[in-house]
């Protein structure tokens, strides 16, 4: 018979991983690849979730309100509105980040959908440990004047 302890981790290990498949993303972030060769700015690594398997994907409907700020473990997160703590952000697959004088998160397109410091409201909702998994679909941001 397996030790209690072990059956408990194994059964929380399939709940977070049922829980994770279900909205399509996956709650362990991956870095941004950076081009062998590539020089210039340090790149900015975002977390990012598994590909969609769903065709539109579904999602959430829940908002994350507040700002887009700088975070040295996760590139970017959010400072809640009415918060002073910081939520960390699972990015779609195939989203970059481009650093800059403000830190530009693109899409799979290459479009800016997002800035440092920009007051953002994402699609998604809450993963694990406080983690906010993004929907993929951000409207691009204007250009700043």
């Given at each position: ?77 959010v400072i809640q509105d009415g ?63």
């Amino acid at each position: 018979m397996w030790p209690r302890r072990i059956t408990a981790g194994v059964a929380l290990a399939l709940v977070v991983a049922a829980a994770t498949a279900a909205c399509g993303s996956a709650a362990t972030p991956s870095p941004t690849q950076t081009p062998p060769g590539a020089t210039g700015p340090t790149p900015i690594a975002l977390p990012l979730s598994t590909p969609w398997i769903a065709s539109p994907p579904t999602c959430p409907v829940a908002l994350l309100h507040g700002q887009l700020v700088p975070n040295p473990s996760w590139g970017l997160a959010v400072i809640q509105d009415g918060s002073s703590a910081a939520t960390k952000v699972v990015w779609p697959a195939g989203y970059t980040a481009r650093p800059g004088q403000v830190i530009e998160v693109l899409d799979q397109a290459g479009r800016v959908v997002a800035r440092e410091w920009d007051h953002v409201a994402l699609p998604g909702g809450s993963l694990q440990d406080g983690v906010w998994g993004l929907c993929p679909g951000l409207d691009p941001v204007a250009s700043p004047s």
